[in-house]
């Protein structure tokens, strides 16, 4: 009996990690920012900085009252199944704004943001034509690692009509699928802020891919919402 538990527990255990492995997608976009890695653009302008440093992707912004959103087209095609994943993290700052990942971004005006704070909340929120408007408040969850230099794992899944919020591994919201659906995707930073990332991947079915010939990132403020 105890063999059969055993063989029925492996089993059970490479259904799993097939079927993890098949809703994932396939890896059409891979950036641990190394040399030969899909070219983000480095930014030194008033206020803002941004570019690899040993591996690293690092952010720096010093508006209180907006935020900066980098983004690149991580060649997918949005209006079918995807899943974006990053890790970042927090150096230094204000713990109660938000870093994550801009998605959606159509231009300043019309872009959606998940985030969490160093203070151990998570946001979603969009703006629409200009208005800015919050899914999900702020919201506390243990699932984020609470202050600076401590990396969180990030991911945005879309299935069917809805997207699905992970955070270290661990859904914690799911929302309908945006009406307008931009190919632009990256990260967000919040307030007076640094922040550092380790790696941005995008999976989906080759199928779907919507292949392109660069990648040209580009980056824009926008006023920052209501404080947690």
């Keep these: 009996m105890k063999h059969i538990i055993i063989t029925l527990t492996f089993l059970f255990s490479i259904v799993q990690l097939s079927f993890s492995q098949s809703t994932k997608g396939d890896l059409v976009y891979k950036c641990d920012f190394e040399p030969n890695d899909p070219f983000w653009k480095s930014y030194n302008e008033k206020g803002f900085t941004s570019g690899t440093v040993k591996g690293k992707f690092i952010l720096q912004h010093a508006g209180k009252e907006e935020a900066w959103n980098q983004t690149v087209n991580m060649n997918f095609d949005p209006h079918f199944d995807f899943e974006v994943e990053v890790s970042m993290c927090q150096l230094s700052g204000v713990e109660n704004q938000g870093y994550g990942i801009s998605y959606n971004y159509k231009d300043v005006n019309n872009s959606n943001t998940f985030c969490v704070s160093a203070n151990g909340y998570f946001s979603i929120f969009h703006y629409s034509k200009g208005i800015y408007k919050d899914d999900v408040a702020w919201k506390e969850s243990d699932r984020i690692n609470k202050g600076y230099n401590k990396f969180n794992k990030l991911g945005i ?72």
């Design 157 to 228: 899944a879309r299935k069917g009509a809805n997207l699905h919020y992970f955070i270290n591994g661990v859904e914690v919201a799911s929302l309908p699928v945006p009406k307008y659906n931009a190919e632009y995707v990256g990260f967000h930073i919040g307030g007076v802020m640094k922040g550092v990332l380790e790696y941005s991947y995008m999976y989906q079915k080759k199928k779907a891919i919507h292949l392109v010939d660069n990648y040209n990132s580009f980056g824009e403020k926008i006023h920052l919402g209501p404080n947690i």
